[in-house]
């Protein structure tokens, strides 16, 4: 399986940018599938998280009402579009994957931060 980001990119404070992430190699679509970030000397952080559908998002406080995430299962696509962006979220961004994880669990490993799969990251630069 593979994961693969794009979108990143550096914005001035208060603008705007829209990562994607292409899923390939799975058999059925990830139920869990998820944004984290680590900034240099920090910990990897759990951004956003999407359980199957938009009625099951879950976002770190630090981001809520700013960032959204959605998915497009028959394009095999995951995006976070970022709204509003601050210098503290500079940082390089992973896209990730549960695919077995049940609606509680894809929450619980979004604040871990424990997903199975992960793509090699997009940086994001905000100055």
């Known amino acids: 399986v593979q994961l693969v980001e794009s979108g990143g990119g550096s914005v001035q404070a208060g603008g705007s940018l829209r990562l994607s992430c292409a899923a390939f190699?799975?058999?059925?679509?990830?139920?869990?599938l998820g944004w984290f970030r680590q900034a240099p000397g920090k910990e990897r952080e759990g951004v956003a998280a999407i359980w199957r559908t938009a009625d099951n998002t879950y976002y770190a406080d630090s981001v809520r009402d700013r960032f959204t995430i959605s998915r497009d299962d028959a394009k095999n696509t995951l995006s976070l579009q970022m709204n509003n962006l601050k210098p503290e979220d500079t940082a390089m961004y992973y896209c990730?994957?549960?695919?077995?994880?049940?609606?509680?669990?894809?929450?619980?490993?979004?604040?871990?931060?424990?997903?199975?799969?992960w793509g090699q990251g997009t940086q994001v630069t905000v100055s």
């Open positions: 190699g799975y058999t059925a679509n990830p139920y869990c």
């Open positions: 990730a994957a549960a695919p077995r994880a049940s609606v509680t669990s894809c929450e619980f490993r979004l604040r871990k931060p424990n997903f199975d799969d």
